[in-house]
């Protein structure tokens, strides 16, 4: 691949920005499996290798098993996931694809199982790595 911009040089501004969002997600209420889980899901979807090796790496240092990772592309076929992993998982999906809408039983769904800001916490989480993802894919940063 050709080299490209780098967003953190050329545009600190709004790279310091997304990293304030970031900051906010790690002190937040968000189970840190939680995080990860959206920040792989999403970033399969997405195709981003870049982000795809950095969180499962981070997702086993915190004892995630290689068999969920494994199956999480599955996660539909698979009881491995809890009645909550599940409801996030949907939603990133829906969010994330978000062309097709978040559907009304995807939303409730997760709404019954979390309150209001746990929920939003969730939302910021799937909109910020899908921020990140899109970087990555298109600076061309390349899995270390």
């Not at 780098?6 to 840190?32: R, V």
């Not at 790496?57 to 076929?77: C, F, H, P, S, V």
Request: proline residues 1%; negative net charge.
């Amino acid at each position: 691949m050709t080299t490209r911009i780098n967003m953190q040089q050329t545009e600190p501004g709004a790279y310091n920005a997304l990293l304030g969002l970031e900051k906010y997600l790690a002190e937040s209420k968000l189970n840190p499996i939680h995080k990860e889980l959206i920040k792989i899901r999403a970033s399969q979807i997405n195709g981003c290798a870049f982000c795809i090796n950095m969180h499962t790496t981070d997702a086993r240092k915190m004892g995630e098993t290689e068999q969920r990772i494994y199956l999480l592309n599955a996660w539909r076929e698979t009881s491995l996931f809890t009645e909550e992993e599940k409801a996030i998982l949907a939603l990133t999906e829906e969010v994330t694809l978000i062309q097709n809408h978040v559907s009304d039983a995807t939303y409730q769904a997760a709404a019954k199982l979390f309150d209001e800001n746990y929920l939003a916490q969730i939302i910021m989480m799937i909109v910020t790595i899908n921020a990140w993802n899109r970087i990555a894919i298109a600076t061309g940063l390349e899995v270390a």
